[in-house]
């Protein structure tokens, strides 16, 4: 669903990965929030390709349908207030299985 990290774009420097918290729980699958150690980012600019401390959304299916989830991200320094982040989902059904010929 998403992938947060941070950066001093003066300095070139990986900051800790923002602080993400689950807000709206999906109904239909479940979100998990996994902190990565070494994420690989492309940054642009003049600090080009970095690995960096992040933190990633993911929603698993369950079962087809729609559904909702929205979460919080806080940067260190972009102030105080967190981010707020909601996602519409649609989940289809599997495709049956191709008929041998």
């Known amino acids: 669903m998403g992938t947060y990290y941070e950066i001093d774009r003066g300095s070139c420097q990986a ?3 923002p602080r993400v918290r689950l807000g709206e729980k999906p109904r ?12 690989v980012v492309q940054t642009g600019g003049r600090c080009g390709t970095m690995a960096v401390p992040a933190v990633q959304i993911r929603y698993q299916a ?14 260190q320094a972009r102030g105080a207030a967190p981010r707020e982040i909601d996602a519409a989902i649609r989940v289809m059904p ?7 010929r």
Do not use: F, N
């Open 28 to 39: 239909l699958g479940r979100a998990t929030v996994v902190k990565l150690q070494r994420q």
């Open 94 to 100: 599997r495709p049956a299985p191709a008929r041998p």
């Open 62 to 75: 369950l079962q087809p349908g729609s559904d909702t989830m929205a979460w919080e991200v806080t940067y």
């Open 15 to 17: 900051l800790a990965a």
